[in-house]
């Protein structure tokens, strides 16, 4: 379940309220097993620095990074005890405000304080935006609810919207929570239609039983057999710890024409006893005993062809455990019931027929008055039958050798035609819903990057077919990736299918120069790298060598027919600064390795947590974190005007320690064994 919140808010409130508040709301429901947080960037002070001004006051990163830990510092100072009274002691010097932190004094300069301020600023501010989430191209944050592993979709979903209908009731005026994707929908739709044809074709056999028997009596107890069948099939359902699922369902839907056939056999014998003038319980009695032998070989064949199923290897093993065995299940209760509650009703609603049938069948179509002349009809047209059947019956006797080797030729022809059909692990189905991934180049910036995908999503947003667009970029940590997930307007509103709509915004999409554009399917059974059909590992040691190979076996492919959306997780060239220190210069300098790794990592990514800024009024601590403007890290060359401090206390250039080579490299590299 996909969840955005947004509304008249800037991110960074709807970011502490999906961080503080809704995530423990949706983290304690029974079932739920994770909630994944995009586009968040949350509080956190931002000291900002000025390179010049560092320079000119001799002051270091690490200095600055110095004076804040040690003037931000709360401790317990232990215990005061008097005759009569005992306080304990608590050293209260953290920050107040942001004030205070831009009055601190870093150092001084001919005896003059150089407070932080004089050398750069800090701020309350956000995370650094490495992701970005918009519903319908209004600015969201995004949360993903997981299930916890065996739990059931449905329930849990049902337990996260009943929290929805309450965390709306509370949310702050101005902010909406919405539902951007459900699982759970192709699910239910999945299960009704399932459910629908299941009572359909009960129908529908019970009608079938009714138009050969032609008598309301003996189709009522048949039909008994049905729903007495399937529900008690539930308590082994149960019993087994399976679920109302897709297999399930399917196995019960395919076992209504099977289960009713046992009470068929025993009924249609009854019925002729009764026929030929015994009494219904004689008959119930007599006949059954008689036929028993005969409805448990039909029984038990088809159990002997679904069990074996049930005992399969590997993912299909996994699908079909649940389908066979229920299909299993369903049978030998339609069994049971044939043996006992169908003879038992036979005994006593079943009428005694006082004469003995003749030639024609008269007395079976007197049974039923007011159907005489239906019964008539059919009786007449299944008597032609049986009159064309005869002779064909007759020629197979006689010429059993033709026979037999017409059979094995009709088989292995069959055989042969499967070659023609075409094979796939799952269908492809209108879940109405699918996902569109969007590429752009490997050295785009966030910025650039959202730029670039922006008018594709307006596109997918004016199409009639889609409700809603849900549009997440930094995808996996790679700012140059977009995932959207497309919901589209109910299946009887719209004329075109979800495969069709895939390949038209495909076709719309590739209109644009360096975009790259894949639609699939959401996986309902999880996937490995991708949601596709088809995946292969190609593993070596050598990156080099693996992105030759990739792109060569990606080109073959792209020009099979049937095959599209060819990608590969490999992606080289992703711009790359490698910063080489000469040692034997740092050792002259008094400048280890470490001091130079610090100051890059403070100044330039700004990834370092520096110390903690507690606000009183929220009761919650906030991340600290050092960087120089940004302005003086947008060239390669800012990196070599940093200054470290040697051990010696002199302030010493970067590019006197070391060599800076540009490059490329991979972005992700993913592993296998």
């Known amino acids: 379940l996909w969840l955005n919140l947004s509304g008249q808010k800037s991110v960074k409130e709807l970011s502490t309220y999906v961080d503080e508040v809704l995530k423990e709301q949706f983290q304690r429901i029974n079932g739920v097993g994770d909630v994944q947080l995009w586009g968040l960037r949350l509080r956190q002070i931002r000291v ?81 935006k490495r992701t970005l989430v918009r519903y319908n191209g209004v600015p969201a944050i995004a949360m993903g609810v997981q299930k916890q592993s065996g739990t059931n979709t449905v329930a849990v979903v049902n337990l996260v919207k009943a929290e929805i209908e309450k965390i709306r009731k509370t949310l702050p005026p101005g902010m909406s929570l919405n539902i951007a994707m459900d699982q759970s929908t192709f699910i239910r739709r999945s299960i009704d239609e399932v459910q629908k044809h299941l009572i359909l074709g009960s129908f529908f056999a019970v009608l ?45 839907t395919l076992s209504v024409g099977l289960l009713i056939d046992d009470a068929i056999i025993v009924i249609e014998n009854i019925y002729r006893h009764v026929e030929d003038g015994m009494t219904p319980r004689e008959a119930s009695t007599f006949a059954t005993s008689e036929i028993g032998l005969a409805v448990m070989a039909t029984t038990f064949a088809i159990v002997a062809i679904f069990l074996p199923v049930a005992f399969m290897k590997g993912i299909i093993g996994r699908f079909f455990l649940q389908f066979a065995l229920t299909v299993v299940f369903s049978v030998l209760v339609s069994l049971l019931v044939s043996f006992t509650l169908t003879p038992m009703l036979a005994s006593i609603f079943l009428k005694r027929i006082a004469h003995r049938r003749g030639n024609s069948g008269t007395e079976a179509t007197a049974a039923v008055k007011p159907m005489a002349r239906f ?45 023609f059909i075409g094979k796939e692990f799952i269908p492809p189905e209108d879940q109405g819903q699918f996902i569109v991934r969007m590429e752009a180049p490997i050295d785009y910036s966030i910025n650039k990057a959202d730029e670039f995908f922006e008018p594709a999503e307006k596109i997918l947003r004016e199409m009639p077919e889609i409700s809603a667009v849900y549009y997440r970029l930094g995808a996996g940590g790679a700012v140059n990736r977009a995932f959207i997930m497309i919901r589209l307007v109910p299946k009887a509103e719209r004329k075109k299918s979800q495969e069709a709509l895939k390949k038209e915004i495909r076709d719309k999409l590739r209109k644009f120069p360096g975009l790259k554009v894949s639609a699939e399917n959401l996986s309902l059974i999880g996937g490995g790298q991708r949601q596709v059909p088809i995946q292969y590992s190609v593993r070596g040691r050598d990156l080099t060598a693996l992105q030759a190979y990739t792109k060569q076996i990606s080109a073959e492919f792209s020009k099979l027919p049937g095959i599209v959306d060819v990608d590969t997780s490999l992606e080289m060239g992703k711009p790359e600064l490698k910063v080489f220190i000469d040692r034997d210069k740092a050792a002259d300098l008094g400048v280890d390795v470490a001091t130079i790794a ?76």
């Not at 110095?66 to 608590?90: C, D, F, H, M, W």
Request: glycine share 8%.
């Open 598 to 673: 610090e100051v890059i990592n403070l100044l330039i990514s700004g990834e370092t947590e520096v110390t903690k800024y507690k606000d009183e009024s929220r009761g919650k601590r906030y991340d600290v974190r050092i960087r120089l403007n940004a302005d003086e890290r947008s060239n390669p060359d800012d990196l070599s005007k940093l200054y470290v401090r040697s051990k010696d206390g002199r302030l010493v250039e970067l590019r006197n320690l070391v060599r800076i080579q540009e490059g490329g490299g991979p972005s992700v590299i993913n592993r296998v064994d």
């Open 208 to 252: 079938a039983v009714f138009v050969f028997l032609r008598n309301f009596r003996t189709t009522l107890i048949s039909a008994v057999a049905l729903p007495v069948s399937i529900i008690a099939t539930f308590a082994l359902i149960r019993a087994f710890d399976f679920t109302f699922n897709n297999m399930t369902m399917l196995a019960l």
């Open 375 to 419: 019964a008539g009809l059919f009786e007449r047209a299944y008597k032609k039958i049986e009159e064309g059947y005869r002779p064909l019956l007759a020629f197979s006797l006689r010429h059993r050798g033709a026979i037999l080797i017409g059979a094995l030729l009709l088989f292995t022809g069959s055989l042969y035609l499967t070659t």
């Open 48 to 128: 900002l620095l000025d390179a010049d001004k560092l320079r000119a006051y001799g002051i270091a990163a690490t200095d600055v990074m110095g004076a804040l830990q040690r003037q931000n510092v709360e401790l317990p100072g232990g215990r005061i005890e008097s005759l009569s009274k005992e306080y304990t002691v608590k050293v209260k010097g953290e920050f107040v405000n942001i004030s205070e932190i831009n009055d601190l004094v870093i150092a001084y300069d001919r005896g003059a304080p150089v407070r932080l301020r004089d050398i750069g600023k800090a701020e309350d501010g956000m995370e650094e």
